[in-house]
């Protein structure tokens, strides 16, 4: 349509990769909400303007959608409620040392591989020794429960279900380092609100994260149970100034993911589609 233009943000294209049959390994949804996410699909074929939030995306975007469409990457900024400025209330069942995890229990989220490193990282530092687990988002899974009681973690774990905003930022102030082994993420909030609040950072070493974390976090491999506990046992051993080292090492670069860089960014997004309009409509 003349004059008309569609500008869309992208975070991820996680759910209609799925739905698609473009992630091995998973099946496709059902359905209702395979339609629905192949609905999705179609529409964003339609030529438009899209603002990915990372370079992990734009380039399942390019891929997938195909050439008739610009393009722009802009990362999401910090939420303010996670700056270093922002204070923090106690959250209720924290353990004095513990890891942390923060994620839902969508299969991208790897909770299963959390529990799975987490008890091989307690095998390799003396159960004595070993730190606790706090496991933040949604309630365990009737299989996460029975894989805790295999490993014999039960004891060791803290689940808090749907915890508010400031229980989070509390529990970054508060844990040894945030575990976040994502097989499939958009941007990774999670790395970015770690850092901010001076928590070290084990990832998984694929995009969009490394493009979040940079050289400030420890990376490892997601599906390598062994290699990660390795990993995060080797750096824990450190001490203290291995996190103080990796606390000023996030701190820094979450200043990057600021407000003022995302209004700047986005502003130029639009300021090219209605130079592109104006350039069509001619004098």
């Known amino acids: ?25 998973i099946p496709r949804a059902g359905w209702w909400r395979g339609g629905f996410q192949r609905f999705i699909y179609w529409s964003l074929r339609f030529p438009s303007t899209i603002v990915c939030v990372s370079e992990k995306t734009h380039r399942d975007c390019e891929r997938l ?8 990457v802009v990362l999401n900024p910090l939420d303010p409620e996670f700056d270093t400025q922002a204070g923090a209330v106690v959250a209720p069942g924290l353990p004095k040392s513990f890891l942390l995890h923060v994620g839902n229990g969508l299969w991208y989220k790897n909770r299963k591989g959390v529990l799975l490193i987490y008890a091989a990282l307690r095998g390799r530092i003396g159960l004595e020794s070993a730190p606790s687990l706090v496991m933040m988002g949604a309630s365990a899974t009737e299989a996460e429960n029975e894989l805790v009681v295999e490993l014999g973690i039960c004891a060791s774990i803290t689940w808090l279900s749907n915890p508010p905003t400031p229980w989070i930022v509390a529990a970054y102030d508060q844990a040894l380092a945030l575990i976040f082994p994502s097989l499939e993420e958009g941007f990774g909030w999670p790395v970015l609100e770690a850092m901010a609040r001076g928590c070290p950072v084990f990832t998984s070493n694929r995009a969009p994260l490394t493009e979040v974390g940079g050289d400030a976090v420890e990376y490892i491999d997601p599906e390598n149970v062994e290699e990660a506990a390795e990993v995060i046992s080797n750096c824990l051993r ?21 407000p003022e860089r995302f209004s700047i960014q986005m502003r130029k997004v639009y300021e090219s589609v209605l130079n592109t309009l104006t350039n069509d409509q001619g004098p």
């Not at 959608?65 to 722009?72: A, F, Q, R, S």
């Not at 450190?238 to 600021?258: C, N, T, V």
């Open 65 to 72: 959608l195909g050439p008739d469409h610009k393009i722009h």
């Open 238 to 258: 450190q001490g203290a100034a291995w996190r103080e080292q990796k606390s000023a090492q996030g701190h820094l670069r979450a200043q990057y993911f600021s």
């Open 1 to 25: 349509m003349n004059g008309f233009r569609v500008i869309v943000t992208v975070h991820d294209l996680i759910a209609v990769r799925a739905a698609i049959g473009d992630i091995p390994g």
